[in-house]
């Protein structure tokens, strides 16, 4: 009763006031590659670029820190995308053909993107170019005209229309049709056949009346504005596919769906063009696909770029992903893995300029950014500072090392640079450079890892808002893999022509499922580090300054512990390369140890003062002591009853296949017996009955909705042994007088085992221990009677405060925990919390969360959370994201439901999953496969974007002096 | 083989058999003690310390009755006049049909069964007249408070040998609201598993709806949120109904309103928050004590760290104790049994007005 009143009469105001100095929930920032690109614009005046996705998101990125991002309101695919230049402003058109205007506009002194206005074609029915007015069906393709002004809209009809920008009115006099184009061409040109949607508009540099047009059937119109009439025509007759006018204003390129580009002069006369100057299939002479945009650019040396996308030979290329850039005779034909979206060059647009003189090309992908730097001969690739593409292999687990000390931060950068080949000092820097970063310098390093597919893990910084990739470690190179022969064959059978040059990082495809790594565990203190995979291995590495060749030490484990009647049908384990191997400077694997059976490891930790590392998989636990090499404990947490773990995951995807089989025999059956009921007219009869029948009650079928078992978790659950979690402890677990290393290990059947070590201490200054073997006693056993899996373990000290991790405290860097008090564990399982004290197990506080709140933990984490008003006042709390997305805190050791934010989407399955969280209060998600949403559930520790750009647009002058045609 | 004995009036004798064996011995009338002492008594007498045994004794009437709480051992001693014959079976041999109010009417020689089992013993048929064997597997509480339309219902789960036994669905259900009549979506029975609790108990059907798990409204929740709460308390689940046929319910003069209709519920904005103080404390006792098993290896259920009053130490308890293997830890073991035994021992009280008198008298075993 007494519980219950204080549950409920919470709210007292002190503590209310305490709370919002503590929490705060904010998504701050999105780090990695927008999922789904579709559209790119680069503003060369304030050096800004603009990635445009298919769910109508606007990602502005300038210099490192400097990040916009705003939402269209319709999740519509972004299909274009134009800077008004130096303006901060930005066109966007929709698939649905709606042009909406955005603006970075500064609120205290802090820059935001928002979105001004928005202009929707009217729909009216009936064609363009057809009786009545025509109307604005389809935009096509979109020109900023007059500084900006103005836009040209080139639809699918063949008229182009103008808008007036600051307002997002049409101007509807200018309307220019195709009719009007159509009488200034020659009659036998015109052959009753239209001219197609306009595919290209081009401005002049430096004359702004005259627009460069062209229609999709192959003509091109240099439109002269002012004068309203045509000064020149081309009569192309390929289909066109893009434009390009040169800076002078004197040569035109146009590219075509044939796989050829054609060369104009715009000097010649005042009669229609017939022919081009040169016309080239580049990749010919067989067919080739079309060339989707091709650019033209002049350089001082002489040698102008040419630079285009697609035009590949259909029969032998025509799946590669390829831009070309050719420079007189030079030809490079780069090679993508992914889509190529749009590219632009960054060079010189000020008018008074003779030429271009292209610095660098940007490709944007489906999948990555590439950045190719055009001044150093070769044309290297340029390392980007953010727009990492995070999945570059499938990201298969994540973890957050936060407070990196500066040493081990300088040897992971340095291991990391060392790693890609470092560009020249005279080569270019990362040349989107808009904006300024205001954000502090943030006062603590935070590295996140993650595990990938391939069997890598990276290293990224996170302690801003660029997520920058650090360092890249590979395990791949300590086993032997069936897939390496096939990629050298590969290499070698490649001709030299066209002449391919791989770029970019992103491979999604793993040459071995069972690389993939599923635990990650760093001490950053002796930067050694533990990488566990799907296949039961569980490596030991540790950072090396030089680049070394030794043997690794290999070791197995068997969980099994001669249980009899279990036969594993899953994976084979990874067969080891023996002898000693070269490995370059980074993390260099020392010790292997082998899981037996090879299931994937589902939990591992890491106490590197003791030198022990602990493992679990889906069939026990085991304890290996990587000093001496050799196990010190194995434990099968089997159920006698669980057969599905010990088979692998392989027999389930034999049962798919067989569920597979049967269903296709299941629907040939269905067309035999459909034959023989149609050559029967008498059943035919009864069938339509019957199926009168079904359709006279539809409510039958509502009736049977889904509906869910109440059945509480007996023991024999399948999967019951699943290790889900392992945790190290210096702690009280036999008697009160004494403490001492312990290991816990909780199951996925709420089992939790706690084992007492006898691990040798050091002698004093001394960084190993003595060679005396560590041995491990079973201590205590715990079973949750809800029996619901065991998420994570703690223990807290007397002052009710998680442990330091190890060498934290002996190393300064926390307050030592109080070994006076009582200490007490947190046992989080998938349904509740609970706190027993120790060593006598009495249970101290819990909370049910599933019980009350009907939702499941997923992840949970201790996190400090520091308040806002007082400097040094700050809560360890747990924070837990359950199953329907939302984000809880709980008190520390009283297990009171402190906040509650909604966070993920519960539809949003590999979100929830994919959730870490910091230990300041912090958190990434996936919110796609390519990016990390970040938030923060603290008040104090936030990281978000906070950046200012330089503006200058003229506003209302402008508008002053364009004024509304009406 | 039976004899009696005359006593003087301060203290009883007490002649039991075991088998062959006969013992007499004499106890305190005015202060019997508990049955677990007395039953500790009679395992000494016998020295029959391990063994478990059924004890019954001869009433006035001649009838076999057993003692196994303290409520009918008060009663047994009650009716001593002076002898009281007492009865000792081994459990597991136990001819169970021997007792029973009208055993000794109907066949004069029960008493022979009992001494001579193998004589002409009956089939072995389920024993349903053994209080200390008779444990709650569901109830209807708080009916005083409810509304007549809302039936809240508590299922107690023994170990795993029988399923709970229903399935809930997605459904919807009309409400009175300040708008007017709507629909809104609800959790509904869906289907019980023949043979299961919920059915065998005859308090859910198909089609009830569910509005509270453990006092907890449902409304709001999804359909996999409320399984997870039911799965969560499945060991003393305790859910609100509105049975989908309302026409058993129990109309209180009370409370004649028109809110007892088919499908409306008016009355139970308020009602639930006014009902979880009464329930919290038991959800909060009857918790699923989780066990540690020491470095000795001998399984316990794990103590509160607080200690909390014993008298709410609830049923469920009982359970776990067995499942730890009955060795006596927990402390409120004998406390915890008495409410079992309250159903059989009310009928005992009534015949036994002499009673009280026997509690507040201080007697004491005296062999």
């Known amino acids: 009763m007494m519980k219950f009143r204080f549950r409920r009469q919470g709210a007292d105001p002190q503590r209310e006031k305490l709370k919002q100095e503590l929490f705060a929930f904010n998504k701050t920032v999105e780090h990695g590659f927008p999922n789904q690109p579709s559209a790119l614009a680069f503003d060369p005046e304030l050096r800004i670029m603009a990635i445009g996705t298919r769910s109508g998101a606007v990602k502005i990125y300038g210099a490192p820190g400097v990040e916009f991002t705003g939402l269209h309101r319709d999740t519509t695919t972004v299909t274009q995308m134009h800077f008004l230049p130096g303006q901060g402003r930005l066109l966007t058109l929709l698939d649905d053909s709606s042009l909406h205007l955005w603006e970075i506009l500064h609120h205290d002194g802090c820059a935001h993107l928002e979105e001004a206005l928005s202009f929707q074609p009217p729909s009216r029915p009936g064609f363009d170019g057809a009786s009545g007015p025509p109307s604005l069906t389809r935009v096509t393709v979109v020109l900023l005209v007059a500084a900006g002004d103005m836009a040209a809209l080139g639809t699918e009809g063949g008229s182009v229309f103008f808008l007036d920008v600051p307002t997002l009115t049409l101007l509807e006099g200018q309307t220019l049709g195709p009719d009007e184009v159509l009488r200034s061409v020659p009659d036998d040109y015109r052959c009753g056949k239209a001219l197609g949607p306009v595919e290209a508009l081009e401005g002049h540099l430096r004359d702004p009346t005259k627009i460069l047009i062209g229609y999709s059937r192959g003509l091109l119109v240099i439109w002269n504005q002012a004068a309203q009439c045509a000064d020149h025509i081309f009569l192309g007759n390929q289909q066109l596919e893009s434009l390009c006018w040169e800076r002078s204003g004197s040569t035109l390129v146009s590219s075509h769906s044939d796989g050829s580009y054609a060369i104009w002069s715009a000097d010649t006369g005042s009669s229609p063009t017939t022919q081009p100057m040169v016309a080239t299939t580049p990749y010919g002479p067989f067919p080739c696909k079309a060339i989707n945009k091709i650019l033209w650019r002049n350089c001082e040396s002489g040698g102008h770029f040419i630079i285009f996308s697609g035009g590949m030979p259909r029969a032998s290329y025509g799946d590669r992903h390829c831009v070309s850039v050719l420079q007189a005779e030079t030809l490079v034909t780069l090679d993508f893995t992914s889509r190529i979206i749009d590219f632009f060059t960054v060079h010189s647009t000020r008018p008074e300029d003779e030429f271009d003189q292209p610095q660098a090309l940007a490709v944007l992908l489906e999948e990555e950014l590439v950045v190719l730097d055009l001044q150093t001969p070769g044309w290297p690739a340029v390392p980007a500072p953010y727009l990492a593409p995070l999945h570059s292999s499938a990201i298969t687990c994540s973890a957050h090392v936060a407070n990196v000390p500066a040493k081990l931060w300088a040897r992971i950068v340095s291991a990391g640079e060392q790693q890609s080949p470092q560009p020249a000092s005279t080569a270019l820097s990362w040349p989107i450079t808009g904006g300024r970063n205001l954000a502090q310098e943030p006062s603590q390093r935070g590295l996140l890892l993650t595990g990938h597919e391939d069997g890598t893990v990276r290293f990224w910084d996170a302690s801003g808002v660029a997520l920058r990739p650090l360092y890249k470690l590979s395990t791949a190179g300590l086993f032997q893999t069936d897939c390496e022969h096939a990629d050298s064959l590969a290499q070698a059978a490649e001709d030299d022509w066209p002449p391919f040059r791989k770029v970019g990082c992103f491979d999604p495809y793993s040459d071995d499922p069972r690389l993939g790594v599923q635990k990650v565990v760093l001490c950053k203190y002796t930067a050694q580090m533990v990488v566990a995979g799907t296949a039961g291995q569980v490596l030991v590495l540790e950072l090396s300054d030089v680049p070394s060749e030794q043997a690794v030490s290999v070791s197995s484990v068997d969980l099994l512990q001669d249980r009899e009647g279990f036969t594993w049908k899953g994976h084979e384990r990874l067969s080891p390369r023996t002898g000693p191997l070269p490995w370059p400077t980074g993390f260099q694997p020392r010790v292997l140890v082998q899981c037996l059976p090879p299931a994937a490891v589902t939990a591992v930790t890491l106490h590197a003062e003791w030198s022990l590392v602990a493992f679990g998989t889906s069939h026990g636990f085991g304890l290996f002591d990587y000093q001496r090499k050799c196990p010190v404990l194995a434990r099968c947490t089997l159920h006698p009853n669980d057969s599905l773990a010990m088979e692998g995951p392989l027999s389930r995807v034999k049962s798919l296949k067989k569920s597979l089989r049967q269903s296709f025999r299941r629907i040939r059956k269905s067309r035999v017996s459909g034959k023989k009921r149609a050559a029967n007219a008498n059943s035919k009869l009864q069938e339509a009955n019957a199926q009168l029948a079904e359709q006279a009650c539809p409510h039958d079928v509502e009736m049977t909705p889904v509906q869910r078992r109440i059945e509480p978790r007996s023991a024999d659950d399948s999967l019951s042994g699943v290790v889900r979690c392992l945790y190290f402890a210096d702690t009280f677990l036999r008697d009160a007088a004494h403490h001492g290393p312990t290991m816990w290990a909780g199951t996925n059947s709420g089992s939790v085992f706690a084992y007492a070590l006898e691990v040798p201490t050091a002698v004093a200054g001394g960084e190993k221990r003595p060679e005396r073997a560590v041995e491990a006693v079973l201590g205590k056993e715990v079973q949750l009677m809800h029996r619901a899996p065991v998420v994570a373990i703690a223990v807290l000290d007397g002052r009710g405060r998680p442990l330091p991790e190890p060498y934290e405290a002996s190393r300064d860097l926390a307050q030592a925990p109080d070994m006076q008090g009582g200490h007490a564990v947190l046992i989080a399982s998938e349904e509740q919390f609970k706190v027993f004290t120790l060593p006598k197990v009495s249970a101290k506080t819990k909370f049910k969360l599933t019980a009350h709140e009907g939702c499941r933990v997923r992840k949970v984490a201790l996190a400090t959370f520091a308040s806002v008003a007082c400097e040094d006042y700050a809560e360890t709390c747990l924070a837990c994201l359950t199953n329907l997305g939302d984000v809880h805190v709980f008190s520390v050791p009283g297990l009171r439901p402190q906040v509650h934010y909604s966070c993920i989407r519960k539809e949003d399955i590999s979100g929830i999953a994919s959730c870490v969280f910091t230990r300041h209060g912090q958190g990434f998600y996936l919110i796609s496969p390519s990016e990390f949403e970040r938030f923060s559930l603290s008040a104090r520790n936030i990281t978000e974007p906070l950046c200012s750009l330089d503006i200058s647009w003229p506003g209302d002058a402008a508008r002053a002096r364009y004024p509304t045609a009406t | ?367």
């Open chain 2, 1 to 367: 083989a039976k004899q009696t004995w005359s006593l003087p009036s301060q203290s009883f004798h007490s002649r039991t058999e075991f088998g062959a064996e006969f013992r007499r011995f004499s106890l305190e009338r005015s202060k019997p003690g508990k049955f677990e002492e007395f039953y500790g008594l009679l395992q000494h007498v016998h020295k029959i310390p391990n063994v478990d045994v059924l004890v019954g004794y001869a009433d006035i009437h001649g009838d076999l009755l057993p003692i196994n709480n303290d409520d009918n051992y008060h009663k047994a001693v009650s009716t001593a006049n002076p002898l009281l014959r007492i009865f000792i079976q081994k459990k597991e041999e136990a001819d169970y049909s021997a007792f029973g109010t009208d055993t000794l009417i109907k066949k004069k020689n029960v008493l022979t069964n009992v001494l001579r089992p193998d004589n002409h013993r009956k089939k072995p048929h389920i024993v349903i007249s053994l209080p200390q064997d008779f444990r709650p597997v569901s109830s209807i509480i708080d009916v005083d408070i409810l509304p007549e339309t809302h039936r809240r219902v508590r299922l107690y789960k023994y170990g795993t040998e029988k399923p709970l036994g229903f399935y809930i669905r997605d459904g919807s259900s009309v409400r009175v609201t300040p708008h007017g009549l709507e629909k809104v979506p609800g959790i509904f029975i869906s289907r019980l598993v023949p043979g299961g609790l919920a059915q065998s108990t005859g308090l859910l059907a198909v089609n009830d709806e569910v509005l509270e798990v453990n006092g907890i409204e449902v409304s709001g929740k999804s359909l996999d949120q409320v399984t997870d709460m039911m799965i969560a308390n499945s060991r003393n689940l305790i859910i609100t109904v509105r049975p989908a046929n309302q026409r058993n319910n129990v109309v209180r003069n009370s409370r004649t309103s028109g809110s007892s209709g088919q499908s409306t519920d008016n009355s139970l904005l308020g009602c639930p928050q006014q009902m979880e103080p009464s329930l919290e404390p038991e959800e909060e006792d009857s918790d699923d004590e989780d066990i540690v098993i020491e470095d000795n290896g001998v399984p316990q259920q794990i103590p509160r760290a607080v200690p909390n009053t014993e008298s709410l130490e609830s049923l469920t308890q009982i359970e776990l104790n067995f499942e730890s293997g009955q060795n006596g830890f927990l402390p409120s073991n004998e406390v915890s049994l008495a409410p079992v035994a309250s159903g059989p021992s009310t009928e005992f009280e009534t015949r036994a007005p002499d009673q009280k008198l026997l509690e507040e008298d201080g007697t004491i075993i005296t062999l």
